[in-house]
């Protein structure tokens, strides 16, 4: 493993199962009546978010939490950046309070990475989101969520997703989350999909390892999972589809297209969803939609990821607080 | 005043000659000068051009003087090896009167270090809606010539359009920084894999390509000259390479950074890579070199952009755009022209002074190094190779993208008008 996590195109297929595994080993403690660890006890992690984003930020805190931690959440919304201050000089104001990892949430692509290679901060800088980029926690919570749902549980460690059909459906030009997934499961085995109008493929998309695909119907008997991302409304202001109903005619997901998917294959959402613009209810709160199984997940890997990067070499969980049930 | 005589010196690449220098003018060109009264500079085999002259220097002053101010932007470029810069308009207030053009002309003049042709903006405040006074500042004491609202595009078709026309009645020409402004709404890089997979907002090169083929049409249907700044994409070569060949009067420049560097430097996500236009790709690169080989591409340009530190010590979105370019201008085009074969040193003549002196009509630059021509002359090391260093600049900037990289070629001397401005590397 690096020692950072910043792109989940840095990631080998052994990090990446390695990650997965050992998610799994922490989902175990979310079943205890304690659901705590000692692990990073004494360490001290900032969540650093220039982004309005509860649902992350809350995550990594579960995570860090459970891992004992010390947790800093710094928002930039009233702190001295909203006056200001530059990304560098919050960086090192907040690493002489001796943080030891740096959660970083930010809207310009490649923040974090600047973050972690300009000799700005030692810290381990973990990227919960930048801009257009890269989200990996969340492409590794979805690949987590795959394996489990389509290998299994059990039979799942140790594995990839090898052979897996996954189709990714939306906003693909504006979304961090089709990036990080695209390369994860690259990376893992899969078979990954886009959809999307034309409008929301990026220029120079050819190059992705993927399949891309503008009809959304022919895809979907050929899939294991499909994943809806997230349509904001803005968007056809600035042309990229004509009117909402027409987006969700052509690219939503509803009952009759759900209805074409294999018996087993499952919806994904990395959330929040527009209901009515890229999925209806009957969709979401179907028994198929993993959306609530993807933010249980998350805190997992989370945990996982910061383990591996702090954690240093001591076993994540002793076999004596352990009680391996399955 | 006292007389120079350069001994051994290759003009223009050519067999070694002496040049003797006798006041402000060159006296005698040949073999076996005498030295008498003359200092000597043994030239060594190091190759003579006429003084370099940059049509795209932005000078800051007034303004930004944080960046750059004129006298620290002169000394750059006589370090660089240049004896002529034009500055471009975009400083505060923006130079698009006459009094603003006066005051940067003068400074120049004052210190001594280069000739300083102050740019006149096209448009009040470059803000594209209405003509700045283009005759005032051409009859002023700065007498300009150039007209350009560099750092945005003129994109409004009739405001060019008149722009183009006006300046015909004192022979002027407008220079344009071509980019379609809607469709480089939030461009950060160039549109392309890159940036696809970087996430950053697309520079499009038909952003730029656009405007080229409107206005080498608007110049033809008017009957005007166009210079086109900066051009960085293989597809404008071919619009302009179509529009020469139609007798379209259109010239055009290319800057250092594009004939060397690509947008997979973006990856580092250093701002220090981030520039207007953008870095593009291989194939561009490429297209641009032999464009200028072949001189559809007329003139380097540098496109000098100093930016202050914390502008570029900071996150991608966050960073200003530009690099610096007037130290570093000549070793890159020895590196990408001369060492590729593409150009002799008579050829980095001709597009690093003679022909940018004649676009912009910079009188007593460009010309040949013969008796009786003005001593407008720089010295080159060509044999020299090293890592660029930045700490080493005369720029009051330091947002080189070469730091490090080794480089062919050193400036050691550089005369304007037969004074010294750069001995043996250093200013004086």
């Known amino acids: 493993m690096q020692r950072h996590l910043i792109s989940a195109a840095d990631l080998t297929r052994d990090d990446a199962v390695l990650i997965l595994d050992t998610a799994e080993e922490m989902a175990r403690v979310a079943d205890r009546p304690i659901k705590k660890l000692p692990t990073l006890r004494g360490r001290t992690i900032v969540n650093l978010f220039f982004?309005?984003?509860?649902?992350?930020?809350?995550?990594?805190?579960?995570?860090?939490?459970?891992?004992?931690?010390?947790?800093i959440n710094f928002s930039a919304k009233g702190s001295s950046?909203?006056?200001?201050?530059?990304?560098?000089?919050?960086?090192q104001t907040l690493e002489a309070m001796g943080v030891d990892a740096v959660v970083i949430r930010h809207g310009a692509s490649g923040a974090p990475y600047r973050l972690a290679n300009s000799g700005w901060i030692d810290a381990a800088v973990i990227n919960a989101g930048d801009g257009t980029h890269q989200h990996p926690?969340?492409?590794?919570?979805?690949?987590?969520?795959?394996?489990?749902?389509?290998?299994?549980?059990?039979?799942?460690?140790?594995?990839?997703?090898?052979?897996?059909?996954?189709?990714?459906?939306?906003?693909?030009?504006?979304?961090?989350?089709?990036?990080?997934?695209?390369?994860?499961?690259?990376?893992?085995?899969?078979?990954?999909?886009?959809?999307?109008?034309?409008?929301?493929?990026?220029?120079?998309?050819?190059?992705?390892?993927?399949?891309?695909?503008?009809?959304?119907?022919?895809?979907?008997?050929?899939?294991?999972?499909?994943?809806?991302?997230?349509?904001?409304?803005?968007?056809?202001?600035?042309?990229?589809?004509?009117?909402?109903?027409?987006?969700?005619?052509?690219?939503?997901?509803?009952?009759?297209?759900?209805?074409?998917?294999?018996?087993?294959?499952?919806?994904?959402?990395?959330?929040?969803?527009?209901?009515?613009?890229?999925?209806?209810?009957?969709?979401?709160?179907?028994?198929?939609?993993?959306?609530?199984?993807?933010?249980?997940?998350?805190?997992?890997?989370?945990?996982?990821v910061l383990y591996l990067l702090l954690g240093g070499n001591e076993p994540a969980v002793t076999h004596t607080r352990t009680t391996e049930e399955k | 005043m006292?007389?120079?005589?350069?001994?051994?010196?290759?003009?223009?690449?050519?067999?070694?000659?002496?040049?003797?220098?006798?006041?402000?003018?060159?006296?005698?060109?040949g073999t076996g000068l005498s030295a008498e009264?003359?200092?000597?500079?043994?030239?060594?085999?190091?190759?003579?051009?006429?003084?370099?002259?940059?049509?795209?220097?932005?000078?800051?002053?007034?303004?930004?003087?944080?960046?750059?101010?004129?006298?620290?932007?002169?000394?750059?470029?006589?370090?660089?090896?240049?004896?002529?810069?034009?500055?471009?308009?975009?400083?505060?207030?923006?130079?698009?009167?006459?009094g603003v053009v006066e005051q940067v002309y003068r400074l120049g003049k004052e210190h001594g270090y280069c000739d300083v042709q102050p740019i006149g903006a096209v448009t009040v405040g470059?803000?594209?809606?209405?003509?700045?006074?283009?005759?005032?500042?051409?009859?002023?004491?700065?007498?300009?010539?150039?007209?350009?609202?560099?750092?945005?595009?003129?994109?409004?078709?009739v405001i060019m359009r008149r722009a183009l026309e006006y300046v015909k009645a004192f022979g002027g020409v407008v220079a344009q920084h071509a980019q379609e402004p809607r469709l480089t709404e939030g461009a950060q890089m160039n549109e392309g894999v890159v940036s696809a997979e970087l996430g950053l907002g697309g520079w499009p090169a038909v952003a730029e390509e656009s405007i080229i083929a409107r206005d080498v049409l608007l110049a033809e249907h008017v009957g005007s000259r166009v210079h086109i700044c900066h051009l960085s994409t293989a597809g404008s070569v071919e619009i302009v390479r179509w529009a020469k060949s139609r007798g379209i009067d259109v010239t055009a420049e290319v800057t250092p950074h594009h004939l060397l560097l690509t947008d997979e430097l973006v990856r580092s996500y250093n701002p220090v890579y981030k520039v207007n236009p953008p870095l593009r790709t291989e194939r561009d690169v490429l297209a641009l070199r032999e464009a200028l080989a072949d001189g559809t591409i007329d003139i380097v340009a540098t496109d000098h952009a100093p930016h202050p530190h914390e502008d570029k010590d900071c996150e991608w979105a966050a960073a200003a755009m530009g690099m610096v370019g007037l130290e570093t201008a000549l070793s890159v085009v020895q590196e990408t022209m001369v060492?590729?074969?593409?150009?002799?040193?008579?050829?980095?003549?001709?597009?690093?002074?003679?022909?940018?002196?004649?676009?912009?009509?910079?009188?007593?630059?460009?010309?040949?190094?013969?008796?009786?021509?003005?001593?407008?002359?720089?010295?080159?090391?060509?044999?020299?190779?090293?890592?660029?260093?930045?700490?080493?600049?005369?720029?009051?900037?330091?947002?080189?993208?070469?730091?490090?990289?080794?480089?062919?070629?050193?400036?050691?001397?550089?005369?304007?008008r037969g004074k010294a401005t750069l001995v043996d590397g250093k200013l004086t």
């Open chain 1, 81 to 91: 950046v909203s006056k200001g201050e530059s990304l560098k000089d919050t960086a």
């Open chain 1, 137 to 304: 926690t969340q492409a590794l919570l979805d690949a987590f969520t795959m394996r489990r749902r389509l290998v299994g549980r059990d039979a799942g460690l140790g594995q990839d997703l090898s052979g897996k059909r996954i189709t990714l459906v939306g906003d693909v030009l504006h979304s961090r989350v089709a990036r990080s997934n695209v390369d994860l499961l690259h990376t893992l085995g899969a078979e990954v999909t886009l959809v999307a109008p034309p409008t929301l493929l990026p220029v120079g998309i050819e190059s992705w390892p993927c399949e891309v695909s503008y009809d959304l119907d022919s895809t979907l008997p050929k899939s294991d999972a499909v994943m809806m991302l997230r349509v904001q409304r803005e968007r056809m202001h600035a042309a990229f589809f004509p009117t909402e109903r027409e987006y969700s005619r052509r690219y939503g997901l509803d009952g009759d297209r759900m209805a074409r998917m294999p018996e087993h294959a499952i919806v994904m959402h990395p959330g929040p969803m527009v209901r009515g613009m890229e999925i209806t209810a009957e969709v979401a709160d179907s028994d198929r939609c993993t959306v609530v199984e993807q933010v249980a997940n998350g805190v997992s890997i989370r945990m996982a």
């Open chain 2, 339 to 416: 060492e590729t074969g593409l150009l002799d040193w008579a050829g980095v003549a001709d597009r690093m002074s003679i022909t940018p002196a004649r676009i912009g009509q910079a009188a007593g630059h460009g010309r040949p190094v013969s008796a009786g021509e003005p001593a407008n002359l720089t010295l080159v090391d060509t044999a020299y190779r090293g890592a660029v260093d930045s700490a080493g600049f005369a720029s009051r900037s330091r947002n080189t993208p070469y730091e490090g990289r080794e480089l062919p070629g050193r400036v050691t001397h550089t005369w304007l």
């Open chain 2, 2 to 29: 006292s007389k120079i005589l350069i001994r051994g010196a290759k003009v223009l690449g050519g067999e070694p000659q002496d040049v003797l220098i006798d006041g402000e003018t060159i006296a005698e060109v």
């Open chain 1, 51 to 71: 982004e309005d984003s509860t649902r992350t930020r809350i995550s990594f805190e579960a995570a860090e939490k459970r891992l004992s931690a010390d947790v």
């Open chain 2, 37 to 98: 009264g003359a200092e000597v500079v043994e030239a060594g085999g190091k190759v003579l051009l006429p003084g370099l002259v940059d049509l795209h220097t932005h000078l800051r002053e007034p303004g930004r003087e944080d960046s750059e101010t004129v006298l620290t932007g002169t000394r750059a470029a006589a370090s660089g090896g240049f004896t002529a810069v034009f500055a471009m308009a975009n400083t505060f207030p923006v130079a698009d009167t006459a």
């Open chain 2, 126 to 157: 470059l803000e594209g809606q209405k003509l700045a006074e283009l005759g005032a500042m051409h009859e002023s004491a700065a007498g300009v010539t150039v007209f350009s609202d560099d750092g945005k595009c003129v994109h409004d078709a």
